[in-house]
């Protein structure tokens, strides 16, 4: 029994060293994928970093912002923590994170935007936005555990 643990934490650390994208990341270590949609939160997690592009296409009035209609990133929360998410953007931007129902949106500090809270297990979707309709924006999201 054993033997078979060790053999999927390998296979999975060789997909996380690989840059399989939704690999789960192995406990204790960072996850710096800035190309990958998945961010896996799992036991030892310390921090993870995103890069990318979004638009402002649809108004979202619960966080006062244009959205994509489509997430920018599909979050796994596996372990309840304490966590920070953060984006900053080159232009204003806009955060809101779904998660199974319940809306969570940043407070707005020039060019970043960021919350922290506690957050139970649970599957979320992450959408970067803009403060202005049509707006584009460059983004670096940062999740990082307390």
């Not at 030892?44 to 966080?63: K, L, M, N, P």
Request: charged share 25%; aromatic share 10%.
């Amino acid at each position: 029994m054993r033997k078979g643990g060790f053999f999927v934490a390998g296979v999975l650390v060789g997909l996380a060293a690989m840059g399989c994208p939704n690999a789960p990341v192995a406990d204790g270590q960072v996850d710096d994928d800035r190309d990958a949609v998945l961010i896996f939160v799992g036991d030892g997690f310390i921090a993870a970093v995103r890069e990318g592009q979004s638009t402002g296409e649809q108004f979202v009035d619960i966080c006062d912002g244009w959205f994509p209609a489509a997430a920018n990133h599909e979050l796994t929360i596996d372990t309840p923590l304490n966590m920070d998410v953060k984006v900053e953007g080159d232009v204003e931007a806009r955060l809101w994170v779904l998660c199974e129902g319940s809306n969570y949106c940043g407070d707005v500090l020039d060019n970043r935007t960021e919350f922290n809270r506690f957050w139970n297990r649970a599957d979320c979707e992450i959408y970067i936005g803009t403060a202005d309709e049509g707006g584009e924006i460059e983004y670096e999201l940062e999740l990082e555990a307390e």
